[in-house]
Structures are given as C-alpha cells and as structure tokens.
C-alpha cells in the first residue's frame, strides 16, 4: 500500500516537473528574439484581397476570379498550404509555368503541404473557382467565401462574395 502512495507521489512529481520545464522553456524562447529564418523571410503581398462577383446563376455553372500575388521582399516567400472557406470553392496555385491544385477545404480531405518557394519579386496566380450548384436548391443568396494561403510570414486571405439566383 505505501508503495503505491510513493509511486503515485513520485509520478504527479515527475509530471508537475516536465510542465514547470515547458513552460520555462516556452518563456525563454518567446522573449522577442527574432530568428534567423523569421529575418530571412519573403513577404507575400496581394494587390486585390477582395472582388464581388455581383450575381450568378446556378443554371450557368462555376465562376472563377484571379487574384494576383507578388513576392515583395527582398528573399525567397514559401507557399506553404492553401485552403478554402468552404467546399464550394477551391483555389488553383498558378507560379510561372506551373500549375498546382486544385485544394479544397480543411477537414474535405487532406490539405497538402505546397513548400513552393517565390523568389524575390515574383509573382504567382491564385484562382479561385466557385461552384454555385455545390449547396443544392437551397444555395441561394448572399454567399462569402475566404481562401487562405499560409506562408514562412503573416498568411494572406483572398476573399469574395456572390449572390447566387437560381
């Protein structure tokens, strides 16, 4: 019996130590030092974050808009994931020659990691495609959707709005 008691006690000792230690540790490497990798980043920047389609019609199909993105910084940017709002709507990742996509939303399947590097200056194509139809008969009215790109700096969200008429 006193044995458990001492094994108990050893054990919310040994747990109580591990928290202390993680917090100090958290503590000491969030005191404003900025990293090596922070210093290094691009920064992505939007010229339009925001368009409204007006009307669509569910009879007429999927639109789509380009949002231009650019590099500004003086480093290399990462493009690391991009997602949706909502299933409605997806989003196509245009650098150069090359296309990646489409990524759809978050918990509709995986959201892969990207790790697409834009040098400084460069500028890629996001498109966004939304589907009116996506939500059946009831999808109609006012809709707002987001797409958000994560990057090695602050994410960017791109967003629309759309009246949807049957």
Known sequence: MKKNIIISILFCA??????????????ATSDGVVSNSEIAAGSL??????FDFGTAQMSKGKISHDFKIRNTGTNPAIIKKIYTSCMCTVAILKVG?????P???MGHGAIPTINK????????IITVVFDPNAHGPA???????TVT????GKPIELSFKVIVTP
Not at 15 to 27: D, P
Not at 97 to 101: A, D, P, S, V
């Open 14 to 27: 040994a747990t109580v130590a591990g928290i202390v230690l993680l917090v100090a540790k958290s503590a």
């Open 45 to 50: 920047s939007a010229e339009e974050t925001y």
């Open 97 to 101: 020659n090359e296309q990646m996509g």
């Open 103 to 105: 990524y759809g939303m």
């Open 117 to 124: 590097m834009m040098a400084a200056g460069e500028e890629a």
């Open 139 to 145: 999808g109609v009215g006012l809709i707002q959707r």
């Open 149 to 152: 790109i994560e990057n090695d």
